[in-house]
């Protein structure tokens, strides 16, 4: 079985809860999972000006994925941060070149899932989620969130990002806050429930593309 997270993360906040999604899958023996991050858009001194350059060396060695690996996969676990609502203009872009895999019904049955940052704490968390949906339901994906056996996510005691689409974090406006212990717990929960779900589905005999 493999799994694949696959990511963009410019201020290293969606880059955090990718690793701790890769963690929360290597919960399960026998998993094989890969983290890959989408091409940048951004000409480097672009990411300069916004400070941006420095924070992206921390994730420099991941390798860049390439749509047609997706068809490898059993499962995918996409990470994104929030613009204005919505996936970022890299993640979209990333997906707007899978439509060689569309029209072979190369990710049908697949498990898909997402998790996302924003820089408030309503700053369109759920709808960058739910609207990435689409591209996976089009594709054919079954959609895997975080269901509310993750306590977590129901905390009143403190701000903090989850949700039943998926994990979550709150960077702040300025991007000064990093994920709490709660949001990458969050995220782990999500990892090993997305490689459950995909496992109980290859062993009861399906077969993506069906």
């Known amino acids: ?10 201020y290293g906040h969606i880059h955090q809860m990718a690793e701790a999604m890769v963690q929360g ?19 480097d001194e672009a990411l300069e000006r916004v ?5 992206r060396q921390a994730f420099a060695h991941v390798p860049v994925a390439e749509p047609s690996q997706l068809s490898q996969a059993d499962a995918i676990i996409f990470g994104t941060p929030t613009r204005f609502g919505n996936m970022c203009a890299q993640m979209r872009n990333f997906l707007d070149r899978t439509g060689q895999l569309w ?15 924003t820089g408030t704490q309503h700053g369109g968390q759920e709808t960058t989620i739910t609207s990435f949906h689409l591209t996976l339901l ?24 989850g949700s039943p689409y998926g994990a979550t974090t709150i960077a702040a406006s300025d991007g000064s806050r990093q ?5 990458l717990d969050m995220a782990r929960f999500q990892g090993l429930h997305v490689a459950e779900v995909t496992k ?11």
């Open 51 to 55: 400070g941006a350059k420095q924070t």
């Open 1 to 10: 079985m493999e799994i694949q997270v696959i990511f963009y993360s410019m």
């Open 200 to 210: 109980a589905l290859l062993d009861g005999g399906w077969q993506s593309g069906a």
């Open 25 to 43: 899958v290597q919960q399960m023996e026998g998993v094989r999972v890969g983290l890959y991050q989408v091409p940048e858009l951004i000409p």
């Open 103 to 117: 029209a072979a019904n190369a990710l049908v049955g697949k498990v898909g899932s997402v998790f996302v940052s």
């Open 179 to 183: 994920p709490s212990p709660d949001e």
């Open 138 to 161: 089009h594709h054919g994906m079954i959609i895997v969130g975080l269901p509310y056996s993750e306590k977590r996510q129901m905390a009143m005691d403190q701000i903090t990002g």
